[in-house]
């Protein structure tokens, strides 16, 4: 049974940075793009970022542009979110999805596996 289980989480102010890891088991996961989303409370599931399966390619939403960071590792079966500059706005449980459609899906309906979430907290 595939399994992403996110970590990394936290309690943090704004202008903080954290960094999210996502591990991959039971998953040919060099095959799938592995993307980040988000979501807040009363809000819908947001995409925040995507990596292709080789790690060459990546796309970001606009407002985490120059501050998020993604990567994988495909030795690892591990896909990182490095976040910098932290703001209240990015408060939300942020979620590690796996997709094999296309190169850099953006949509969630387009990912097939989902972790359970980890809760990242900017405080202002």
């Known amino acids: 049974q595939v399994q992403l289980v996110e970590s990394g989480g936290g309690l943090v102010q704004a202008g903080d940075s954290l960094r999210l890891s996502c591990a991959a088991s039971e998953l040919t996961f060099e095959t799938y793009n592995m993307g980040w989303f988000r979501q807040a409370p009363g809000k819908g599931r947001e995409f925040v970022s995507v990596v292709s399966r080789s790690g060459g390619t990546t796309w970001y939403k606009d407002s985490v542009k120059g501050r998020f960071t993604i990567s994988r590792d495909n030795a690892k079966n591990s896909v990182y979110l490095q976040m910098y500059s932290l703001r209240p706005e990015d408060t939300a449980v942020y979620y590690c999805?796996?997709?094999?459609?296309?190169?850099?899906?953006?949509?969630?309906?387009?990912?097939?596996?989902w972790g359970q979430g980890t809760q990242v907290t900017v405080s202002s």
């Open positions: 999805a796996a997709s094999n459609i296309g190169v850099i899906p953006t949509s969630p309906l387009h990912y097939a596996y």
